[in-house]
């Protein structure tokens, strides 16, 4: 759930509210506390240089909480960064559960590795390396699945496909959540430019929820987010 408050040329631009990350201390200060594995991986990951694309603390326990929730044995992340969501999805795992997290990039995923395995989670997370779509590809070919809950939070130009693979991989009850898909209004412009989303990235959000809005397979809503990480909004839907 990275992202700022303000977009690029050709969309709306939001001006951050100082209370925002203001309110997200005050929940993470009530509701979570001190957190020394997450405060450490996220601290390893900007020493690494991987900079500030992490969900927040209050996301990150969200995910956790639908994760536990839905009883996940069996959860998919697209997009692993340094780990910190996945951190927060393997902290739901039911006994005996997995985690599967695909990171495009070599050195995200080793940094990611190695984060997890001091946070006591290695044990019970596959960090794939390579492009999504052809993991995704690959896991559906080995009969991997049906997850319980699916987490996409990778190029938002592909997140169609990666929607329809993951409803192959999923069955009546999958809890899928997309991230970043407000980017402070910018949604709203057919014409809009976001370069956090890359060349057509915003037209490509568009596409994924006419997409998800057409799908007799899925049960969906979108919730906006302002807070620490600006104005943005995650997709939630259900395989029925």
Known sequence: MDGQASTGAGGPRATADP????????????????????EALLAASAAAGLGHGAVSSA????????????GARRILEIGTHGGYSTLCLARAL????????LELN?????VARANLQTAGFGDVVDVRVGRAIDTLEALRAEGAGPFDL???????????EYFELSLELSAPGTVMLADNVVRAGVILDPEGQDPRLGE?????LRRFFELVAASPRVRATAIQTVGSKGHDGFLLAVVI
């Open 19 to 38: 209370r925002w990350s203001e309110i997200d201390r005050y929940i993470a200060d009530r509701l979570i506390g001190h957190d020394p594995p997450g």
């Open 59 to 70: 996301e990150g326990r969200l995910l956790e909480l639908l994760a536990r929730a839905r």
């Open 94 to 101: 039911a006994a005996g559960g997995r985690l599967t997290t």
């Open 106 to 110: 070599a050195r995200h995923a080793e």
């Open 150 to 160: 699916i987490f996409i939070d990778a190029d938002k130009q592909s997140n169609c």
């Open 200 to 204: 057509g990235g915003v037209q490509a």
